[in-house]
């Protein structure tokens, strides 16, 4: 098991960025496959990105895709999700989770064992 801290969340104006950060302890980081999921409210949490162990397979969700980046140092035990040209159909909680039984991250809630408390990131227009 792992435990894991999110941090970075806020309040921006649309068009406006944030980088979130996630870090682990516990477990080997290195061992665990990462991903960024978010929820709003009233709806099912949604998958963001997720990176792979060694960061070689990176993948994100279509609302996403050429605006976040995610990241992740394995030295630092953390992973990063950089988000660019924020809307306010991004509002939501955003949770880091991570999985030691994968290679790399899936793309559903289910496919991850540990999940951190997560961050609020507001979108204002």
């Known amino acids: 098991q792992v435990q894991l801290v999110e941090s970075g969340g806020g309040l921006v104006q649309a068009g406006g960025s944030l980088r979130l950060s996630c870090v682990a302890s516990?477990?080997?980081?290195?061992?665990?496959?990462m991903g960024w999921f978010r929820q709003a409210p009233g709806k099912e949490r949604e998958f963001v990105a997720s990176?792979?162990?060694?960061?070689?397979?990176?993948d994100y969700g279509d609302l996403v895709k050429g605006r976040f980046t995610i990241s992740r140092d394995n030295v630092k035990n953390s992973v990063a999700l950089q988000m660019n040209n924020l809307k306010p159909g991004d509002t939501a909680v955003y949770y880091c989770a991570a999985v030691a039984r994968r290679v790399w991250g899936g793309v559903t809630v289910g496919e991850y064992d540990d999940w951190g408390q997560g961050t609020q990131v507001t979108v204002s227009s």
């Open positions: 516990g477990r080997t980081f290195s061992s665990y496959a």
């Open positions: 990176i792979s162990r060694s960061g070689g397979r990176i």
